[in-house]
């Protein structure tokens, strides 16, 4: 069989590093396009030998002329404190982002796959979410540039599916943490754990009651792979995350008890918007793609807190 070119928007991220080492593992041509935002080079630096890898900087904004036979469209900042610094860029990112890789996969006529998010759902009044749940979104608020964005993002892959046939797959992934998050990302993991690492007060926004569920990266790469490889009339969007839901509070408490740090927890202010619970339904990635997540949270933890510990260290 001839080998894929894959092109990996955001490969230069968090998710995007560990989805290019899998596919550059099976054997596959990579293209990893990235403008570097929120990524780091040091995330794909083990890469650079491979004579199947490839990076290009550039802004998905902009239109794109390469070749590939499959796209993962990653690109986007995905922490609210870097979604909101520059929240216009954000929904371009995400919208003009979407258009320039659908036109790019329509012309020529690659598989395209969108890295969507449980934000689409909102602060949601449907729990857990499945995919048929339409979603409560705040269309004015500081958090609508990524969510609302998003969600033009899932409607331009429809749209291009019906109107032009694109063979498109809509994957709405919830929390996921892993090695290789940004000392500075912001997200509560790694927030958390490197607190906790310092000595420092963990900050818990709100009464810490809001929930999220929280999946290992490795699981989350596995089912983009396997979404990717679904039957060409199998669009999503799927969930893909952990059902295991936790309080904010109680990953905090998880997350001191593993290290064994002396760190205390501080409650700050709750951001506005902030989504009160979260987790998803996967049945449909079951049944689909026979997928389920099988790193628990501890055991996850486990894995991410010695990458923080060595970053630190440095
Ligand atoms: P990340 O910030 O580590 O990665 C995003 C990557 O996209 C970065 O390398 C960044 O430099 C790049 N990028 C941003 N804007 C760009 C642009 N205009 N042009 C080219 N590259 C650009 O975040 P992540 O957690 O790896 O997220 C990857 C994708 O998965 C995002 O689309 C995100 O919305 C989605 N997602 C992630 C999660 C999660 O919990 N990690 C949850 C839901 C959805
Ligand atoms: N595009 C791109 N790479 C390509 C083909 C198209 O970046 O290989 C961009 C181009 O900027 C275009 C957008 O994708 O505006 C949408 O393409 P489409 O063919 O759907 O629309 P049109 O070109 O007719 O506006
Ligand atoms: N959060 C927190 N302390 C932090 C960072 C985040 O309590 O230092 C909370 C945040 O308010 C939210 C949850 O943790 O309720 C998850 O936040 P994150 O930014 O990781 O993801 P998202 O809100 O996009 O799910």
New binding site residues.
Partial sequence: MKTKTILVTGGGGFLGSHLCDRLLARGDEVLCVDNFFTGNKANIYHLHDNPRFEILRHDVTF???VEADEIFNLACPASPIHYQFDPVQTTKTSVHGA??M???A???KAKILQASTSEVYGDPEVHPQVETYWGNVNPIGPRACYDEGKRCAETLFFDYHRQHKLRIKVARIFNTYGPRMAMNDGRVVSNFIIQALRGEDITVYGKGEQTRSFCYVDDLVEGLMRLMDTADDFTGPMNLGNPNEFTILELAETVIRLIGSKSKIVFKPLPENDPMQRQPNISTAKSVIGWEPKVQLEEGLGKTIPYFRKLLNQ
């Fill in positions: 239109p794109l002329y258009i320039n659908l036109g790019l329509k012309r020529v």
